[in-house]
């Protein structure tokens, strides 16, 4: 149990564009889910928390234009960089709050890569 | 200010032997300790947790040690196999103050097992 899936697991995309990353809890109800950025050989950086059916709240220095979270339901949220630029490309990763424990599980990443 | 200093940096360790890698937190309001492993290229797997009201807890060749009053957490592998291979982090958490059990996350361990 307590499975997280993203999708993409990868994606390219051209400078200027906007991407959209799904995170979905696929056997439990996740009243918080968490998005995250990593560069290579470093720890894990909180972007935003976010709560089914409210606004995220961003981590001081994060664009919330530029990243937006959207928690449509108890198991996806979802995060679009807009007007993704060469210094997004990094490793994204979600996670999600079981509702009945407090353990947070993690997805297995989107790597993005800005051309 | 880094919430939760983990050491060492880098840890190599011979087939079968132990491996310890160290955690020290500042925030007393910290309630919850997970370590998680990561593997390259993948999301953090949670690897065991424990919360305050224990000293020490143990899953299969993992063993978290909690110190209280030193404000000290740590993890022990036994019997360390080259499997085990991978990037650390410890962590800390707490459900106060609408935080949503947000994790501070160490800055990471790389442990190398030498076959």
């Known amino acids: 149990g307590a499975v997280v899936s993203q999708h993409p697991s990868w994606v390219i995309c051209k400078s200027g564009t906007s991407v959209k990353i799904e995170c979905r809890s696929l056997?439990?109800?996740?009243?918080?889910m968490f998005w995250y950025r990593q560069f290579p050989k470093q720890s894990l950086m909180l972007m935003a928390t976010?709560?089914?059916?409210?606004?995220?709240?961003?981590e001081q220095g994060v664009e919330k234009d530029k990243f937006l979270i959207n928690h449509a339901s108890l198991t996806l949220s979802t995060l679009t960089v807009t007007s993704a630029h060469p210094e997004d490309s990094s490793f994204y990763i979600c996670?999600?709050?079981?509702?009945?424990?407090?353990?947070?599980?993690f997805g297995p990443g989107t790597r993005l890569t800005v051309t | 200010q880094q919430q939760v200093k983990q050491s060492p940096q880098s840890l190599i360790v011979q087939k079968g032997g132990i491996s310890i890698i160290n955690c020290a937190y500042e925030?007393?309001?910290?309630?919850?300790f997970p370590w998680y492993q990561q593997f390259p290229g993948k999301g953090p797997a949670l690897l065991i947790a424990?919360?305050?009201?224990?000293s020490e807890k143990k899953e299969g060749r993992f063993t978290i040690s909690f110190n209280k009053s030193a404000k000290q957490f740590s993890l022990h592998i036994m019997d360390s196999q080259p499997g085990d291979s991978a990037t650390y982090f410890c962590?800390?958490?707490?459900?106060?103050?609408?935080?949503?059990?947000?994790?501070?996350f160490g800055k990471g361990t790389l442990l190398t097992v030498n076959p």
């Open positions: 056997d439990f109800q996740a009243t918080t």
């Open positions: 424990i919360r305050p009201d224990v």
């Open positions: 962590a800390a958490s707490m459900d106060s103050g609408g935080s949503n059990y947000k994790l501070t």
């Open positions: 996670s999600a709050n079981s509702m009945i424990a407090f353990e947070q599980y």
């Open positions: 976010s709560n089914e059916g409210s606004k995220a709240t961003y």
């Open positions: 925030n007393t309001a910290f309630d919850y």
